[in-house]
């Protein structure tokens, strides 16, 4: 397993600000991921974090909207800029020690944007 | 691309009783894996139960079991002896078994209650 602690757990943001989250895990892992979960919904993959090179964004996410950082095998920061009301969600990270292996995730980070 | 479908938004179990939750999926690939997540109120999401396609022995972790049929692309979760714990929202997700862009993708969840 891995234990993932995840930073803040939960915020509230006024519109046109940015929040940065962070994710932390105790042990190298080789694949970090983040996602978003919109109140009673499914899980959607905002992108996969690279250490060392630019992260790989999914469909409809885009770095300027979502700039990543993975500056090791340990940890990941996810930020939201220019935030909404629409990018209210559940933000999650998630990790794998290896290709292909179970993925854990975080305790999520509950934004609400006003 | 693949998708994973749970039609029931949500069920309800009377504690101690069983209950089984349905998931399908449709790929057009041989060697994948099918997971279980379960995301209780505190948001956490952990794994349930894991299948790789090319076992056929149905998983089994306690009392959750899975009936994985192949070939009607089926892979639901048999819950036993329901407890207060287990309500919560489940997931059913599928990855694909090949190589390094392999990702995750969940079905919509559904949501279990579990009566005392």
């Known amino acids: 397993s891995a234990v993932i602690s995840q930073k803040p757990s939960r915020d509230i943001c006024q519109r046109g600000t940015s929040l940065t989250i962070q994710c932390q895990v105790d042990?190298?892992?080789?694949?970090m991921f983040w996602y978003r979960q919109q109140p009673g919904q499914s899980l959607t993959l905002i992108a996969t974090?690279?250490?060392?090179?630019?992260?790989?964004?999914e469909s409809g996410f885009v770095i300027d909207k979502f700039p990543i950082s993975r500056p090791n095998l340990t940890f990941s920061t996810l930020t939201v800029s220019n935030m909404s009301p629409e990018d209210s969600s559940i933000y999650l990270c998630?990790?794998?020690?290896?290709?292909?292996?179970?993925?854990?995730f975080g305790q999520g980070t509950r934004l609400t944007v006003v | 691309a693949q998708t994973v479908t749970q039609s029931q938004p949500e069920m309800s179990v009377q504690e101690a009783e069983t209950v089984t939750l349905s998931c399908t999926y449709d790929?057009?690939?041989?060697?994948?894996?099918l997971f279980w997540y379960k995301q209780p109120p505190s948001r956490q999401m952990i794994l349930v139960i894991r299948?790789?396609?090319?076992?056929?022995q149905n998983a089994t972790e306690n009392r959750f079991s899975v009936n994985f049929q192949k070939a009607a692309k089926s892979f639901s979760l048999k819950i036993s002896d329901s407890q207060l714990g287990d309500a919560a929202m489940y997931f059913c997700?599928?990855?694909?078994?090949?190589?390094?862009?392999?990702?995750?993708?969940f079905g919509k969840g559904i949501t279990l209650s579990v009566r005392p």
């Open positions: 997700a599928y990855r694909s078994g090949g190589g390094a862009n392999s990702k995750l993708t």
């Open positions: 974090a690279n250490q060392g090179s630019e992260a790989t964004y």
């Open positions: 790929t057009s690939e041989s060697d994948y894996y």
């Open positions: 042990s190298q892992v080789t694949m």
């Open positions: 299948q790789e396609a090319y076992k056929q």
């Open positions: 998630s990790v794998e020690r290896n290709l292909n292996t179970e993925a854990f």
